[in-house]
């Protein structure tokens, strides 16, 4: 059963989540000064702060599985670094296929120096809004099979959509995600309230 502490923690977040998708559409001017009271009533209400997604091949082995697996994913309205840190995995645009989306884990962001192991590469430092992310198996190929930073260089931290919190591999074997400390302890609520195993199972596509 859900503590009285965890649901006011999670109808907090609920609130900020509805007050940042509202202001996100009224700055684009999608929505009015009077409809962005309405929005954030709405999402409020009606809007969960998490999405299924379906994850495939072995880039992010061993977090998620070989053969794929069904993630409970926590969505970011707005990707800045007080929202997501180094070391959470996350889902991001694919750089290079724009209706695809990537799960890998957040390396750096701006303002960390990048220094390659290859003397070659000169060394840079992420700008503004920049990230760096990177596949979890280290058993792949860097430059020709992780698909990640070392392939297509920093991304925009506005293309994380956002934070993997759960992850279903089979039947019998699912758990947390290991994310950043400050990360898990904001998810916890969230994911008390939204996890739902049975729903994920049937989702699977294994």
Known sequence: MVSLSTWFRYIAHKIEYSVSLSWKDYQRGQISNREAGDAIWKNLLQGRLTYLHWNKGEEMTPTTGAQGGTLLVRKIPAADPTRVFVGDVVVLKDPQKSDNYL??????????EMVSKDEKDEPFVLEKDECWVLADNENIKPKQEANDSRTFGPVPMTDIVGRVIYCLRTAVDHGPVQNSHFSMREDSPVLEVELDVDEMAKNHKA
Do not use: D, S
Request: net charge positive; no cysteine.
């Open 103 to 112: 799960v890998r884990r957040l390396a750096a962001t701006e303002g960390y």
